[in-house]
């Protein structure tokens, strides 16, 4: 039986249906000491004291750190808070309700300064300086240029000029940041919902002065983290430092509102561009530039912004481009990777400029983008990223088939003679996923079984089981056989974790070559053992006319018999890859509301080998809901004076079940494998990068077979813009 391209549930639901996942929050440890911050209400301020001695008097209270503590805690650098909620202070106590008692008594004395939350007004002359070290709110600028837009634009036949913006988001995770960190004399050990348990372990070690091997990072069941816990929060290091300073276990979890002011935020980019095209619909140039909003400190907004400018042209021949990838300093929380990160940016963009040349010319979205695509890979694109395998051209024709996207409107347009009004739209991608290098480490047992140690960390996907079908198809033995552990620091050496959908690429591949390795390794040993050279079949060595199990050699290595290494660590390198494909939205619109309702998603992506087509499924069914989300509700909205207007759930609105359309989900059949042992591309993100175009695109066509007329420029698309379009406010 091979494995690879069954619908096999995950083996890591059934502790999450049992209750028996134990998240940070759930692990008990006695003498566990509670801290909490203290966070600054203005969005910019100068902290001129902060006076602990009254929370220092509480009973119950051990500690409290806060801008004199100096490093690693490093409170208020610069003597200033740069965004609401960043903090200023934390307090140890003994349990939870005197640690919020406490947090009230620590008196911090501001000075408010005058608040930048515009990106565009933080880039002009006299605004407030987020940083003033840097004499300006611009922290980084990229010039991008390929070929000579100018010339293009001039000669082409229409010019455009627009300003495009992808709204600020905030990424809620069902599960909040949390760490417990446990110094037991000799080793700290810190359990983390992150991400990237190894670049925690190496950024708590570095801020602590202690070697890597005193540091262990335990990633245990994560509730989802949707790229906001790749960031090394400063609260990781503290929480760190104080249970190394006080020499006692100390604990840190997030309150939702926490969450929503502190951890980073996603998408925020602004294109403003020109553009120049033919007459017959083919696109020539754009000049333009990409700005992020990067909020108080550039962690993410440089690599989004760029990232965004880099994919823009996305899987077109446009090769006259001349963009500024500039990142720009606000008070706002920082930007941060969120699912997709700079792809459905970029993709949101091209899709609208191809549906306006569709617009401008009269002809069909569809031949727009046929006019324009790029007809296969390998292909370079004008920033020189090497789009690996796929045809594009013909994936277009095999997509909109399979969807049926000329039947959805047929059917969209009769639905109209009974009164309802329905939107149908189309959105083309590529997206770039995979990148670094990962590890895993296959130990064999005595009984032909094995297990199987990843450094990428997955907290919802289902990369264990997905990578236990690979390994055990490698290997040639039943499933049951493989045993997967990821998010421990002590079981790899290293990894770079579970982000950049690249955890079946990179660390599927980095575990068959391990069980590749091991495998010669087992041969080795089993032609000593039977005299003759042998090979290998479906967990047996033949050879000679005589046979032995995986599990007789590994028993006769382990009692001295014969010599092998038993356990095999493989570092896998992975360039990246370049999954494509097309998405079909359908939505319908009640004009006297002007609420949009998506009833369908169909997608199709061409993601090489689809590994688990249930969990691939699962992730397109997820991604398609938040980038509904990005197109129709959410939005991180901050006032002037860069206070959080939507700092929970109440104010800020995630789609739920109710909101979700119905899903049909296609992959391309003999798919254009990638380069890596596995064949894969990831799925994680296309559908965070595919959808919000299709959806937008669907709503201006709603409103059209409505009788009204839109073009949006930005998301999300609220029902007093549609009933704008319709004339109706
Ligand atoms: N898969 C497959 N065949 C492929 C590719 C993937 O069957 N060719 C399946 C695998 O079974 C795997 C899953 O799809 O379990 C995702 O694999 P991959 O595309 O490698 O992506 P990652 O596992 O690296 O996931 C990262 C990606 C990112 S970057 C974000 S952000 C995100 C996302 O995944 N955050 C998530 N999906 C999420 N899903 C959940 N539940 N929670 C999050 O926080």
């Not at 051990?62 to 208020?76: C, L, M, Q, Y």
């Not at 962690?299 to 990142?327: C, F, H, N, Q």
């Not at 907290?459 to 055990?472: R, S």
């Not at 109710?658 to 890596?676: D, I, L, Q, T, W």
Request: charged residues 25%; glycine residues 10%; without cysteine.
């Amino acid at each position: 039986m091979r494995y690879v391209g069954k619908p096999i549930p995950r083996f890591e639901d059934l502790p999450i249906l049992y209750g028996g996942a134990r998240y940070v929050d759930d692990i008990e440890i006695p003498g566990v000491l509670y801290a909490g911050f203290v966070r600054s209400p203005y969005a910019h301020a100068r902290v001129k004291r902060v006076d602990a001695s009254e929370a220092l008097a509480t009973p119950g209270v051990v500690a409290v750190f806060t801008p004199e503590s100096g490093r690693p805690f490093d409170f208020a650098p610069g003597g200033k808070v740069r965004y609401q909620g960043e903090a200023v202070a934390m307090v140890v106590a003994a349990d939870r309700y005197k640690l919020y008692d406490a947090l009230e008594k620590v008196y911090v004395d501001y000075e408010p300064l005058p608040a930048v939350v515009d990106p565009i007004r933080a880039m002009e002359p006299g605004a407030p300086l987020v940083e003033e070290s840097l004499g300006t709110n611009i922290s980084h600028v990229e010039e991008m240029r390929a070929g000579d837009a100018e010339t293009a634009l001039r000669a082409s036949d229409r010019t455009v000029e627009e300003v495009l913006t992808i709204q600020r988001i905030i990424p809620s995770a069902m599960e909040p940041r949390g760490v417990l960190a446990i110094y037991d004399g000799k080793s700290l050990t810190v359990y983390d919902s992150t991400q990237k348990p190894h670049i925690a372990k190496r950024e708590i070690a570095a801020s602590l002065d202690l070697p890597l091997s005193a540091v262990r990072v335990i990633q245990p069941y994560v509730g989802g983290a949707f790229g906001s816990k790749i960031q090394i929060y400063p609260e990781e290091i503290r929480v760190a430092a104080a249970a190394y300073a006080l020499r006692r276990p100390v604990r840190w979890t997030a309150t939702r509102s926490e969450d929503f002011k502190s951890a980073t935020h996603g998408r925020a980019i602004i294109l403003r561009y020109k553009a120049g095209f033919t007459r017959d619909g083919v696109l020539r140039a754009i000049k333009g530039e990409v700005i992020a909003d990067a909020g108080a400190y550039d962690w993410g907004g440089r690599y989004l912004a760029e990232t965004a400018a880099e994919m823009l042209p996305g899987p077109y021949r446009v090769k006259d481009l001349d963009l500024r990838a500039i990142s720009v300093l606000t008070n706002k929380a920082p930007l941060g990777p969120y699912r997709g990160a700079g792809r459905p940016e970029a993709t949101f963009f091209i899709e609208r400029i191809m549906d306006l040349i569709a617009d401008e010319t009269g002809l069909d979205p569809v031949e727009v983008r046929r006019r324009n695509l790029v007809e296969r890979a390998p292909y370079e694109n004008p920033f020189g990223l090497r789009y690996d395998s796929g045809e594009y051209l013909e994936g277009l024709a095999k997509g909109i088939e399979a969807l049926g996207y000329y039947e959805l409107i047929r059917q969209a347009e009769a639905e109209k003679s009974r009164g309802k009004i329905l939107g149908v739209g189309l959105s083309y991608y590529i997206e770039i996923t995979t990148y670094g290098h990962e590890v895993a480490v296959i130990r064999a047992e005595p009984d032909g079984s094995f297990l199987v140690a990843l450094g990428i960390a997955p907290h919802g996907q289902g990369d264990a089981t997905a990578i236990a079908q690979l390994v055990a198809d490698e290997l040639g033995v039943p499933m049951e056989k493989i045993r997967v552990v990821w998010g421990d620091t002590d079981l790899v050496p290293d990894g770079l974790g579970t982000d950049g959908s690249r955890s079946v690429t990179a660390g599927g591949s980095a575990a068959i070559l391990a069980a590749r390795r091991l495998k010669e390794e087992l041969a080795k040993a089993a032609e000593a053992l039977l005299g003759t050279p042998v090979e290998y079949k479906d967990g047996v060595f033949y050879g000679g006319g005589k046979s032995i199990s995986i599990g007789e050699v590994v028993e006769a290595v382990y009692r001295g018999k014969a010599k092998a290494n038993l356990e095999v660590t493989e570092v896998y390198r992975a360039r990246s890859t370049f999954p494509y494909g097309v998405y079909v939205a359908v939505v319908e619109l009640d004009p006297e509301t002007g609420v949009v309702k998506p009833v369908l998603v169909r997608s199709y992506d061409d993601v090489g080998q689809v590994v688990n087509p249930l969990l691939a499924a699962g992730q397109v069914h997820g991604g398609v809901l938040q980038a509904i989300g990005q197109a129709l509700y959410e939005e991180a909205i901050y006032d002037q004076d860069g206070n959080l207007l939507t700092p929970n759930f109440a104010f800020y609105n995630v789609p739920t079940a109710a909101e979700a359309p119905r899903y049909e989900v296609h992959f391309a059949e003999n798919p254009h494998k990638s380069e890596h042992p596995t064949g894969t591309k990831g799925i994680g993100e296309a559908p965070t990068v595919a959808t919000t175009p299709a959806v937008v695109r669907a709503v201006e066509d709603a409103i059209r077979r409505a009788g009204g007329r839109a073009r949006f420029r930005g998301t999300p698309i609220r029902p007093e813009d549609v009933l704008r379009a319709l004339g109706r406010l």
